[in-house]
C-alpha cells in the first residue's frame, strides 16, 4: 500500500492558514505562462489572507460538516445531516460514535466547489482542527482570522455555521429510512412509539475503515500473519476479520455521498453481526493428530463394520480361490471407498490451507497433508507444496500408512506382515475407480493452475 505522508505540523493557527494560501496559491501560479502577469497579480490578491477568508466565509453556506448523514441512506434522499462532537455523547458500553471522543473525522456534504474552505477548517495545530478550536471559542483560533475581534468574531460565525443543519428545523424524506421504535410497554399502542429517522455515522465509519485497513494490509498485521502461516513465535497481535463484507456508495462517483467517502473511493465495511451457528459434523477431524489413521479412520462406522468383516473372514482360513479372492477385494474396495470419502468430506468442509493455518493439524504428517489438503498447493506463497504435490511421490508413502494400519487392525489371531502390507498398498493405489482416481481428478486442476501461473 502507499505510504501516507504525514500532515505538516504548525505552532499556531496563523502560521498554518498562511501556509495552506501559500500552497493554494503556488499550484496556481505554476499553471499560469509567463504573459500572464495581470492573472498573477489577480491571483495573489485572491489569496491574500483577509480576501480569501471573506470569500470563504460567503461560500461555507454551500457545504455542511456532519458526523452523520443523510446521503448514505439514499443518494437522493434531501433532510436533516447532524454535526455531533462524539465527546458530547452520552457513554455506552457499546461501540458507537461516542467511542471517538477528541480524535474524530468529521465529514461535509454540498458542493464540491467549496470543498476547499473545508479543508482550511481541518487545519491541525497540537492535534486540534481549525474548525474544532474555532468552536470552543480558541483565542489563538480568532486571531488568526482577523486582528480586528468584532471581524473574527464575524468570521468565526460564519465558518461555525458548517456544523449547523442548513434546514430551519429537522427534516426527512420520502427515500430516507424510518421506524418505530417501541417506546413505551404495550406494543399494541401507537402512542408507545418514537418515529425515529437514522442517520448514517461517518465518522464511525471512517475510523472504522482506517483500523480495518490497516489491520488488513499494515506491515504489523503481515508480519504476525507470515509468524502464524510459518508456526513461529510473534510478540505482535494478528487481526482477522471473518464475515467481512465491503458496501460501495457512490458508484462512480462517490463524492456525491461525501468528502470522506470520496476519501475511501466508495468503500465502506460492514463487520458481520450474525451470531454463531454451531454445525455438528458428522466429519472427525485429525485434531492434533499425526495421522488419520491413529484414531480417526477407525471411529467411521462402516470401516469399523468392514475391518471386523475382514478379520472374522480370515480368521475363518478360508480356501486359496477365485471367491476368497473377490471376498478379500470386496472389503477391501470398501475400506479404499471410506478413506476416499475421508479425504473428499475433509477438502469440503476445511478452507483450503487448513493444514498450514490451523495449529491443530500441525502434527499430521506431511504425505498426509498432501493427500487431504490439495488445494493448499493453489494458495499463495505455497510454489514448494505445490511442487512437492505434483512430484507424486507421497501417494506410496499413504499407501504405506494405510497399509501398516489394516495390519495393525488385524493383527491377534492373524499373522500379517510385509507381505500383506505390501498387498493392502497395492489395493490401494491400483483400485482404478478410488484413490488413483481422485488423484488423476486433482492433478489435472493443479496442472491447469500452474499452467495459468506461469507467465
Same mark, same amino acid.
Given at each position: 500500500m502507499p505510504t501516507i505522508e504525514a500532515p505538516p505540523t504548525f505552532s499556531n493557527y496563523r502560521e498554518a492558514i498562511h501556509a495552506f494560501l501559500q500552497e493554494r496559491l503556488n499550484a496556481k501560479l505554476?499553471? #499560469?505562462?509567463? $504573459?500572464? $502577469?495581470?492573472? =498573477? /497579480?489577480?491571483?495573489?490578491? !485572491? &489569496? !491574500?489572507?483577509?480576501?480569501? #477568508?471573506?470569500? %470563504?466565509? =460567503?461560500?461555507?453556506q454551500q457545504i455542511q460538516a456532519v458526523t452523520h448523514s443523510l446521503k448514505p441512506? &439514499? +443518494? $437522493?434522499a434531501r433532510g436533516t445531516n447532524l454535526y455531533v462532537e462524539p465527546r458530547t455523547l452520552p457513554p455506552l458500553a457499546e461501540l458507537g460514535s461516542h467511542a471517538l471522543g477528541e480524535r474524530f473525522v468529521g465529514d461535509v456534504v454540498g458542493n464540491a466547489a467549496a470543498l476547499d474552505v473545508y479543508k482550511l477548517l481541518k487545519l491541525e495545530v497540537?492535534?486540534?482542527?481549525?474548525?474544532?478550536?474555532?468552536?470552543a471559542h480558541d483565542a489563538d483560533a480568532l486571531a488568526a482570522l482577523h486582528a480586528d475581534p468584532s471581524q473574527a468574531e464575524k468570521l468565526r460565525d460564519a465558518f461555525v455555521s458548517l456544523t449547523q +443543519? =442548513?434546514?430551519?428545523?429537522?427534516?426527512? &424524506?420520502?427515500l430516507a429510512k424510518q421506524l418505530y421504535w417501541l417506546t413505551g410497554t404495550d406494543a399494541c399502542d401507537n402512542s408507545h412509539y418514537t418515529l425515529l429517522a437514522p442517520l448514517y455515522a461517518t465518522s464511525l465509519a471512517h475510523a472504522v475503515h482506517a483500523q480495518v485497513q490497516e489491520d488488513r494490509f499494515g506491515e504489523a498485521n503481515k508480519a504476525a500473519r507470515q509468524a502464524r502461516r510459518e508456526r513461529k513465535m510473534h510478540d505482535g497481535v494478528f487481526h482477522?476479520? +471473518?464475515?467481512?463484507?465491503v458496501q460501495n456508495m457512490g458508484g462512480t462517483k462517490p463524492q456525491n455521498i461525501s468528502q470522506l467517502n470520496s476519501e475511501r473511493r466508495g468503500m465502506n465495511y460492514l463487520l458481520s453481526s450474525l451470531p454463531p451457528q454451531w454445525k455438528a459434523s458428522a466429519v472427525r477431524l485429525p485434531v492434533h493428530a499425526t495421522s488419520v489413521f491413529d484414531r480417526l479412520f477407525i471411529a467411521r462406522p462402516e470401516v469399523r463394520r468392514t475391518v471386523r468383516a475382514l478379520r472374522v473372514f480370515l480368521e475363518s482360513n478360508p480356501d486359496a480361490n477365485l471367491a476368497t479372492r473377490e471376498r478379500r477385494e470386496e472389503l477391501l474396495d470398501a475400506l479404499v471407498d471410506e478413506l476416499v470419502s475421508l479425504a473428499a468430506e475433509l477438502q469440503q468442509i476445511l478452507p483450503p490451507g487448513w493444514s498450514r493455518d490451523d495449529e491443530r493439524f500441525a502434527d499430521l504428517h506431511r504425505s498426509e497433508q498432501l493427500w487431504l489438503d490439495p488445494l493448499r498447493a493453489e494458495q499463495p506463497d505455497e510454489a514448494d507444496f505445490a511442487s512437492e504435490w505434483l512430484q507424486m511421490d507421497w501417494p506410496a508413502a499413504v499407501g504405506q500408512r494405510f497399509a501398516n494400519w489394516l495390519n495393525a487392525q488385524l493383527r491377534g489371531k492373524l499373522p500379517v506382515g510385509d507381505a500383506e502390507a505390501r498387498a493392502w498398498q497395492k489395493e490401494l493405489l491400483s483400485d482404478e475407480d478410488g484413490f488413483p482416481q481422485q488423484l =488423476?481428478?486433482?492433478? !489435472?486442476?493443479? $496442472?491447469?493452475? %500452474? /499452467?495459468?501461473a506461469t507467465p
Open positions: 505554476e499553471k #499560469l505562462k509567463a $504573459d500572464e $502577469d495581470g492573472k =498573477r /497579480t489577480e491571483l495573489t490578491a !485572491q &489569496h !491574500q489572507p483577509a480576501a480569501w #477568508l471573506d470569500d %470563504a466565509a =460567503r461560500r461555507v441512506i &439514499h +443518494p $437522493d497540537n492535534g486540534r482542527s481549525l474548525l474544532t478550536a474555532l468552536l +443543519p =442548513r434546514a430551519e428545523g429537522p427534516s426527512s &424524506h420520502t482477522d476479520y +471473518p464475515g467481512l463484507a =488423476r481428478t486433482m492433478r !489435472q486442476r493443479l $496442472d491447469r493452475t %500452474a /499452467t495459468e
